[in-house]
């Protein structure tokens, strides 16, 4: 089982992601309206922001979060629809199975994602959706090989206080060339998809992104090639595989 890790716990703390947006871009293609008096399990539901947005649409939600239930609890008090539950998406046994299975940014920052991903099947019904988004290789050459060092040397240990000060400046620094450079067309520059994207969106939710990426304790980036190993076609039919802003990936298929 995977240990608990209070870094989390102090950013669902400090932040919140209210950008409804977002969210129904990372469930492509699938919508809310999908989630119509269905059973929910939500794997992974930090801070609850993405619970909220499902809630009034679903049946019955079950979120399951390691190290953030009361703050996702908290923020979902209003609604009668939702059991909480603390454990660990890659080993938990709920001993029954889901009309949808969905975890948003959460398999790539666990110890095993094939594991992971393996639990979660598991748990989901036949003719039952499994809708994942996650962190791909491809297009984050940068983060992973440049950032990446940089937080395990410099920042794992780092207040988190400072950590939100030094996200805020690193926040405010990039808009910079994501208004200038940016803006031209220059579509061979890394990240120019997701900066086309964060122009969009505010500066307290880009602050998130950046806070998140300084303050995950543990990161694996997917590939293409593993992505399409973990829903195998003799489970599963209708499987999608998007890249989403060059920097992630969308996966989801029914099983059968």
Known sequence: MQIKQKEWHDQWSMFSDEELSVFLQYIYPYTLEDLRNKDVLECG?????HTS?????????????????????????????????????????????????????VIHHTDSPEKTVQNLIKHVKSGGLLIMWVYSLEGNSIVKNVLEPIRKTFLGNTNRNMLFFISRMVTALLYIPVYSVYKLPVEF??????????????????????????????????SMERAKGWLNEDEFKDIHISQYKGVSYRVSGRKM
Not at 45 to 49: D, I, R
Not at 71 to 91: C, P, Y
């Open 189 to 222: 520059l890394p990240y120019y998809k997701y900066f086309k994207d964060f122009r969009g969106l505010s500066f307290k939710r880009n602050n998130l992104n950046v806070f998140d990426k300084l303050n995950a304790p543990q990161v694996d980036f997917i």
């Open 53 to 105: 947005f499902m809630a009034p649409y679903a049946k019955k939600i079950t979120a399951v979060d390691l190290n953030t239930i009361e703050i996702a609890k908290e923020k979902n008090k209003h609604f009668t629809n939702i059991t909480f539950l603390e454990d660990d998406i890659a080993t938990m046994n709920l001993s029954c199975q889901f009309d949808m299975v969905l975890a948003i940014g």
């Open 45 to 49: 539901s930090g801070g609850g922001h």
